[in-house]
């Protein structure tokens, strides 16, 4: 079965600092991409970083980075220099080559001015 | 924005009617796929429409079906609504079906079936 665990329901964080946000999936494929996804109250799901799994440098987008362990199925995200504006829900999800999207539950960030 | 949009932003049903849910693709994109966000939950894939086609589906049973116009824009019909059909709907377009491409959401139907 394809699934992405998310084991921080909440995470909260000072603002300016770091937090990461723990993923990890489980599949048999080789070949699958991995997203991670933030969704803030007005519900539209932002993508935030995007990373392919047959590459072995970890993505970075700005503030926002992955450490990406194949091996070990798990796909972090941090958040460096939080901000106001990064309070939201976060999704990990990833994809086969085909069309399916698997979403983990999500972890719900509240940033702490 | 994304340039993805849906309508209507929210609808109240009752049990066993039928719903129709619509969904405008990005410019340039010919692929939709739809989800279902019950609350407190992921999004679970529905299915996916490629050039009119279905090209994929999650594992929802046949009252869940959609259409695809020459446009690309896409409905997602619902019949004999249950109470557990109550979620987020959302859509999203890319420029393929292909694991590869970003898909772009929309901001969601909000379904309550009473």
């Known amino acids: 079965a394809q699934t992405v665990t998310q084991s921080q329901p909440e995470m909260s964080v000072q603002e300016a600092e770091t937090v990461t946000l723990s993923c990890t999936y489980d599949?048999?494929?080789?070949?699958?991409?991995l997203f991670w996804y933030k969704q803030p109250p007005s519900r539209q799901m932002i993508l935030v970083i995007r990373?392919?799994?047959?590459?072995?440098q970890n993505a970075t987008e700005n503030r926002f980075s992955v450490n990406f362990q194949k091996a070990a199925k798990s796909f972090s995200l941090k958040i460096s220099d939080s901000q106001l504006g990064d309070a939201a829900m976060y999704f990990c999800?990833?994809?086969?080559?085909?069309?399916?999207?698997?979403f983990g539950t999500g972890t719900s960030l509240t940033v702490i001015p | 924005e994304t340039g993805v949009t849906q309508s209507p932003t929210h609808l109240i049903k009752t049990r066993g009617q039928q719903v129709t849910l619509r969904c405008s693709s990005q410019?340039?994109?010919?692929?939709v796929s739809w989800y279902q966000q019950a609350l407190g939950q992921g999004p679970q894939f529905i299915f996916q429409?490629?050039?009119?086609?279905?090209?994929g589906r999650g594992n929802f049973p046949p009252r869940f079906s959609g259409l695809q116009f020459p446009n690309y824009s896409s409905e997602l019909n619902v019949n004999a609504l249950e109470l557990d059909d109550s979620a987020l709907y959302l859509c999203?377009?890319?420029?393929?079906?292909?694991?590869?491409?970003?898909?772009?959401f929309g901001a969601g139907t909000r379904l309550s079936v009473l």
């Open positions: 990373q392919e799994a047959y590459k072995q």
């Open positions: 999203a377009s890319s420029l393929g079906p292909q694991g590869a491409n970003i898909q772009y």
């Open positions: 410019s340039g994109h010919n692929t």
């Open positions: 599949t048999s494929e080789s070949d699958y991409y």
């Open positions: 429409y490629y050039r009119e086609e279905e090209n």
């Open positions: 999800a990833y994809r086969l080559t085909g069309n399916q999207f698997y």
